[in-house]
């Protein structure tokens, strides 16, 4: 596709409930990043997967999270037994991973508020 | 352990002011840095993309500095307006083994530019 596609734009769910975010990154893309961002806050690093495989999941805040990436391409973030703390925007970006001068582009994120 | 440490993590100024922004990393083996802007509800997007052996570069009122020996980088703001209240976000990209180059994102300094 043209950029990162992220859906859904916006998520209103009941504390409890699990949530799934997906993330459509650019064709061709081999990484691909998860982040959240906390209203007012700075990016904070969830999941990097290369293409299928996510060799580096140190920034998942807790067993309620997950993430996986099927063909090398789209991924999907999934929150389960959704808290209140959960609410943030979570912004996906991909990568060509293999570039000397990547660039990271960023999808317009995911707003989940737990209610 | 990769990081990029960012600061002052928020700073306001008035129009016209010049400011700078700080970038320290500990990423080995470095890549390249970019300074990213993202404004308010949207997804980050690439200002300045730097190499190692490049020290400045310029893109319109915004400059930005590299020394890889102390591995500091800077974000110059010329002559600020309204519409540069945004968060600055530093990335620095690894080269692993296959290749592969691993963005390692700071959290980001929140500049807020008042008339």
């Known amino acids: 596709g043209a950029g990162v596609s992220q859906s859904p734009s916006n998520k209103v769910t009941e504390k409890g409930k699990d949530v799934e975010l997906r993330c459509d990154p650019i064709?061709?893309?081999?990484?691909l990043y998860w982040y959240r961002q906390s209203l007012g806050q700075g990016l904070e690093f969830l999941i990097y997967f290369q293409g299928n495989s996510a060799p580096d999941k140190s920034g998942l805040p807790s067993d309620r999270f997950s993430a996986e990436r099927t063909g090398g391409s789209v991924s999907t973030l999934t929150i389960q037994r959704t808290q209140q703390e959960d609410s943030a925007v979570y912004l996906c970006?991909?990568?060509?991973?293999?570039?000397?001068?990547?660039?990271?582009?960023f999808g317009q994120g995911t707003r989940l508020t737990v209610v | 352990k990769n990081q990029v440490e960012q600061s002052p993590q928020s700073l306001i100024i008035l129009e016209g002011k010049n400011c700078t922004l700080q970038?320290?990393?500990?990423?080995?083996?470095?890549?390249?840095l970019r300074w990213y802007k993202q404004d308010t509800g949207r997804g980050p997007v690439s200002l300045t993309i730097?190499?190692?052996?490049?020290n400045t570069k310029s893109n319109g009122r915004y400059t930005a500095t590299l020394d890889a020996d102390t591995k500091q980088s800077s974000l110059h703001i010329t002559a600020s307006q309204l519409s540069d209240s945004a968060s600055y976000i530093c990335v620095v990209s690894a080269v692993f083994s296959g290749g592969y180059n691993k963005l390692i994102f700071g959290a980001g300094t929140r500049l807020a530019v008042h008339p």
């Open positions: 970038c320290n990393y500990t990423v080995s083996p470095f890549s390249n």
């Open positions: 064709s061709g893309h081999t990484a």
């Open positions: 730097m190499t190692f052996s490049e």
């Open positions: 970006a991909s990568s060509s991973g293999q570039a000397v001068n990547t660039e990271a582009f």
